[in-house]
Structure formats: structure tokens, C-alpha cells
């Protein structure tokens, strides 16, 4: 008998299972922790240091009630959180996991700092209730604590810019994104981890957001006023609206990230620097007493707030087990391909899938661009609505433009949208929607700036700082159209269109009409008042306003027509940014009547919901259509 062939020489090796140093996904080679690392976290608990302290300097000068104790250790616990997180992970060896737990803290940290900006501007309406509570309606000046606060989440935004740094660093060390699987190795967390973790982990980043905007506390003390969030000071509603945006972000930017345990620590860093926000003012609430309660935006956005630490801390052990789960396939398949011959044209196979992998890669780059473009848009958009938009003379009290809400609203919305193309699992049914989103994002900025129109014939009145990034966030929305196009072309590079989808008759007539009531909600007044009524179609020449909204009318129309030829989940995302976008042309109903007397809902209040009705319908149709 013929002697074995020694495996070590044998041209052909017998698949074998290789453990990981670390375990499954361990993403991350342990080294020692590099003095970019080092500084992050010193700046962090220098901040930590500052925002202790600052309760005992005296946070303002006048006389005023005590603070809510158990608010205030809240406060400093929060603010220690994530530095400690990430102490811990230098001692483990993790400086990419520190980084990113200082990272994700430093973003939210930039809103707490807008937010700090209103104990120096006008204190009284802070509603800080961890530092002080007004006695009385008078001035408050800002004391030395208010600076100390303010240095201390400006060390903890420095300490996350540096730790931004350290984790780039570690990401070129070899084995970052590593996986034993290797559909996993280098791949984002969002399909290690699967959609629905994926899914619940963008979900509560927008319930966060979303609350931050509703009443944290109810007051019926007379000196402790609580105004919506849109009707606050400007360093208030700004600050809100970049701690959700900052959570947003960092939410897709974690999912996109190749490291599971980067990942992780990003969206618990986060979480814990929004929980010194949210926390906070739930213990303010439930121990202030006097007249003072919680609203339910500081409930909701606790829970959202556990959500996301919840989501963080599992997705190591998640991505773990989906890569032992592949691996086990994979394995098993080897183990049956070894006993059947080698299958012909395997080189063909591989340059199909390469080819394959560049297209993807491609269409990536085109989802990444339309984000980047659409989320500038929106911010620039929030920024502008909340910044005067007229600048007056001296002494002349500042006008209230109150289409500036919709501008926020709006901005919200295409931020959120812009945000999923960051995920390479959804950007493809997201786009779409998209592709409507940004118009009703530019209808409502040319409703606002119509306000320079109005009172450029007054004598010293001009365009004030925020008419410039409302234009800004125009042309940035108008890009985000463009690019969004120019996505969905590369998508259908890679998409069989040999076989036309055929165009169902109901389909084409509900969204017909959908789109014809669309049309008129737009052409119509949304409400009239007394001697007042909104400009309609029928009135010439049309002001920006008109403008704005013909831009959405045409591309309501647009996107029914290619929903009526397009496959399922396409369709359906066009229609739900049609949807979405009449949604926020209605808000402007609610948001804007005051500036009338004895405001009554218009025929195109009325128009817009049927419109809304009869596009989910569309949506719901062309979805059955496909099926069948």
C-alpha cells in the first residue's frame, strides 16, 4: 500500500475550523493604548471635573431657590458615564472602543453646549432645575458655574474630536473589522448584526429626536415657564435639535462602521451623554414638586435613550453569533463541495462576483454623497429657521416669521430620511423617498423667504443671518434631488430591466387622482382668516411661496407616474415621500395660523389630507400589484 501523502506538502488542504484569538468578531487586536487615547479620555474627565463643580462656583449671581439635589448628582453621574467607559476600555486594552465611546458622547455634547449658552444669555429661562430655580421674573446674570459648565461640555466635544482620532488610528491596525466569517470580515455592523437590531437601533434614534422637540416638564408655577421647544430661545430649540441629530448620526455612522465593538461603543457613548440631558430633567420633574411635573417628551426619550444602550451593549454578542451561525453554513457546504468534483468556469464565477462587488460599491458611493448633501441640507435648513431671517433697525422689535417651523419641521424630516442611506441595507428602499423629501424641504424655505419679499420695501430692513442659510439649504436640497437621481440611475445599472413591469389600470387611476388632489392642495389656500387668505395658483405673478409649492406639486406628480411603472418597494417608497412631503405641507396649518385672526381650515387643508389618503393607498396598491 501506497504511503498517505503528508498533509504539510499535500497541494490540497482539508477545510478546518480556526479559532479567533478573541472570539467571534473580536474586530479589534488588543494593543497598548496610544497617547492620542490617553489625552481623549483626560480631557473627558477634566470635563467631568468642570461640570462637578460648577453647582458649587454658583451657575448665577442673584438669589435663587435650591437646586433639585438628586437632579443634580443625576447630572454629574451622566456626564461621568462614558469617561468612565472608556477608562475601562483603555485598561482592556480597547483604544478604538474608547475613542469611539468619547466620540459618540462628544457629538451630543456639542447641543449641550448650545444648550449652556442660555445660562449666559438669559438664565431665567434655562429651566435648569439641576442648578437653580428662579424665585422670582427677574434678570439672572450668569455666574462663574454657568463658565464652568459651558469649559466642561466644550472638553467633552474636544475630547471627542480627539477620540474620533485615536479610533481612526486603531482602524489601520491589522484584524480591525476582522470576522471569522467571511461575509462578515470588513463588513458594516448593520448586516453583521441583521436588520431588525439594525432597524430598533435607528427607530429609538428617532424616537430621541423626536421627543427632545415635546414639552420635558409641565409648569403651573408663574416664574417657571415651559414653552414648546419651536417657541423657545433660539440656544434652546438649537441645542435640542443638535443633540437628535447628533444621536442620528451617530447611530448611522455606528452601523456603517466595520468594527462591532467601535460600533457598540459609539451608540452607548451617545446614549449616556443624551441621557444627562433627558435624565436629568425626568428626576427635575418628579422632585421639583410645587407646580412642577414631567412632560412625556422626557419620558419618551428615556426610554428611547435605554433602547439605544440596550441595542449597543448587545451588538457584539449579536454579530458573534450571526458569524457562528455563517460559519457552521460555510463549513458544512465545504465539507459537501470536497466530496463533488470542482465545479467548471469557477474563474468566470469569481470575476462575476467582483464585477458584482464594484457595482455595489459604486451605488454606495452615490447613497453616501446623497446623504451627505441631503443631512447638510436639512441642518443648514434647522439653523436658518431658527437664526433671524430679516434684520431690522435698532430698537425695532424683531418680527416673528412663523413659516420658519415648517423650515424646521422639514429639515427634520429629509435629516432623518438622508440618514438611512448611510445604511447600505436600506439606502436602495430608502432613496426614493428621498427623491421627493428634498422638495418639500425647498417649497417650505421659499415659504419663509417669501417674508424678505413682504418687507424689502421697509425702510432698513434686509436679509438677516438666517435668510443666508436658508438659501444655502435651498441649493444643498435642490443637489439632494440631483444626486438622488443620479443614485437610482447606478441602482438600475444592476437591476434585470429586460422584462417591463406592467402598469395596472386601478393603479395608474388612484394615483391619478391622488396626484390631482396633491395638485390642489398646493394650488389652494391651506386656511383662511379674517381679511386674510394664502395665495393660490389662480393669483399672478406668484410669489416665492407659489413657487415652492408648484416645485412639490411637480414632483408629486412625477413620482406617482414612476411608482405606476416601478417594482414594489421603489413604488412604495416614492409614495411614502409623497406622502411625507403633503404631510409637511399640511403641518403648516397647525404651525402657522396664528399670525391670522379666527383662523378656519381652507379647501386646501382639505384637498391635502384626501391627497394623503389616496397616496398611501396608491402605495398599498402597488405593493399588492407586484405580489400578484
Known amino acids: 500500500m501506497a504511503p498517505s501523502p503528508d498533509l504539510r506538502t499535500s497541494s490540497r488542504a482539508q477545510p478546518e475550523r480556526i479559532d479567533a484569538r478573541d472570539g467571534f468578531d473580536s474586530s479589534e487586536p488588543s494593543r497598548s493604548p496610544g497617547p492620542v487615547a490617553i489625552a481623549a479620555v483626560a480631557l473627558a474627565l477634566l470635563g467631568v471635573a468642570a461640570t462637578a463643580v460648577a453647582p458649587v462656583l454658583g451657575v448665577v449671581r442673584q438669589e435663587t431657590g435650591p437646586a433639585v439635589a438628586a437632579a443634580a448628582v443625576t447630572a454629574v453621574v451622566c456626564a461621568a458615564l462614558a469617561p468612565a467607559l472608556a477608562v475601562l476600555a483603555l485598561v482592556g486594552r480597547r483604544p478604538a472602543v474608547a475613542g469611539t465611546v468619547l466620540a459618540g458622547a462628544g457629538g451630543v455634547s456639542l447641543g449641550l453646549v448650545v444648550l449652556d449658552l442660555q445660562l449666559l444669555d438669559d438664565a431665567i429661562n434655562a429651566n435648569r432645575l439641576e442648578l437653580f430655580r428662579p424665585l422670582t421674573a427677574a434678570s439672572l446674570d450668569a455666574g462663574s458655574g454657568a463658565y464652568a459648565i459651558l469649559a466642561g461640555h466644550v472638553l467633552a466635544v474636544l475630547a471627542g474630536l480627539l477620540g474620533l482620532v485615536a479610533a481612526a488610528r486603531a482602524s489601520h491596525a491589522d484584524g480591525y473589522g476582522h470576522s471569522d466569517y467571511p461575509d462578515h470580515d470588513g463588513a458594516g455592523v448593520g448586516s453583521r448584526i441583521g436588520a431588525g437590531l439594525s432597524i430598533l437601533a435607528v427607530a429609538a434614534a428617532v424616537v430621541l ?69 433627558v435624565g436629568v430633567r425626568l428626576v427635575a420633574g418628579l422632585l421639583a414638586g410645587d407646580g412642577v411635573s414631567v412632560g412625556p417628551g422626557s419620558v419618551v426619550a428615556l426610554a428611547a435613550c435605554a433602547v439605544l444602550i440596550a441595542v449597543g451593549c448587545v451588538i457584539p454578542a449579536a454579530a458573534a453569533a450571526r458569524a457562528r451561525r455563517g460559519l457552521a453554513q460555510l463549513l458544512a457546504q465545504s465539507a459537501a463541495a470536497a466530496t463533488a468534483p470542482a465545479a467548471a468556469g469557477g474563474s468566470k464565477s469569481a470575476a462575476r462576483a467582483r464585477a458584482a462587488a464594484a457595482e455595489r460599491a459604486r451605488v454606495g458611493r452615490w447613497h453616501v454623497a446623497t446623504a451627505v448633501v441631503g443631512i447638510s441640507a436639512g441642518l443648514l435648513g434647522a439653523v436658518g429657521a431658527l437664526l433671524p431671517v430679516l434684520s431690522v433697525p435698532a430698537g425695532v422689535p424683531e418680527p416673528r416669521i412663523l413659516a420658519t417651523r415648517v423650515v424646521l419641521l422639514a429639515g427634520v424630516v429629509l435629516v432623518i430620511a438622508c440618514v438611512w442611506l448611510l445604511l447600505s441595507e436600506f439606502a436602495a428602499l430608502v432613496r426614493p423617498a428621498v427623491g421627493v423629501l428634498w422638495a418639500a424641504q425647498v417649497m417650505a424655505v421659499a415659504a419663509a423667504l417669501q417674508a424678505l419679499v413682504v418687507a424689502g420695501d421697509l425702510p432698513g430692513v434686509g436679509p438677516g443671518p438666517g435668510a443666508a442659510l436658508l438659501a444655502v439649504s435651498t441649493v444643498a436640497a435642490a443637489a439632494t434631488g440631483l444626486l438622488a437621481l443620479c443614485a437610482g440611475s447606478a441602482e438600475r445599472d444592476g437591476i434585470d430591466t429586460s422584462v417591463d413591469v406592467p402598469v395596472r389600470l386601478p393603479v395608474l387611476i388612484v394615483g391619478s387622482v391622488a396626484a390631482l388632489a396633491s395638485v390642489a392642495a398646493l394650488g389652494l389656500p391651506l386656511y383662511r382668516g379674517v381679511d386674510f387668505g394664502p395665495d ?14 408648484a416645485l412639490l406639486a411637480v414632483v408629486i406628480v412625477a413620482a406617482v407616474l414612476v411608482a405606476a411603472r416601478s417594482r414594489a418597494a421603489r413604488g412604495a417608497s416614492l409614495m411614502i415621500g409623497a406622502v411625507t412631503g403633503m404631510s409637511v405641507y399640511l403641518m403648516g396649518w397647525p404651525l402657522t395660523r396664528a399670525r391670522v385672526a379666527e383662523p378656519a381650515m381652507g379647501a386646501g387643508a382639505v384637498c391635502g389630507l384626501v391627497a394623503v389618503a389616496l397616496l398611501a393607498v396608491t402605495a398599498f396598491m402597488v405593493v399588492r400589484r407586484n405580489r400578484r
Open 209 to 277: 429626536a423626536a421627543a427632545l422637540f415635546a414639552p420635558p416638564l409641565r409648569s403651573t408655577d408663574p416664574v417657571l415657564l415651559v414653552p414648546a421647544v419651536v417657541e423657545s430661545a433660539a440656544p434652546m430649540a438649537l441645542g435640542a435639535g443638535l443633540i437628535g441629530v447628533a444621536v442620528l448620526i451617530v447611530v448611522a455612522a455606528a452601523l456603517a462602521a466595520i468594527s462591532p465593538l467601535g460600533a457598540a461603543g459609539a451608540i452607548v457613548g451617545a446614549a449616556v451623554a443624551a441621557l444627562g440631558v
Open 536 to 549: 393660490s395658483f389662480a393669483h399672478w405673478p406668484w410669489g416665492w411661496d407659489l413657487w415652492g409649492r
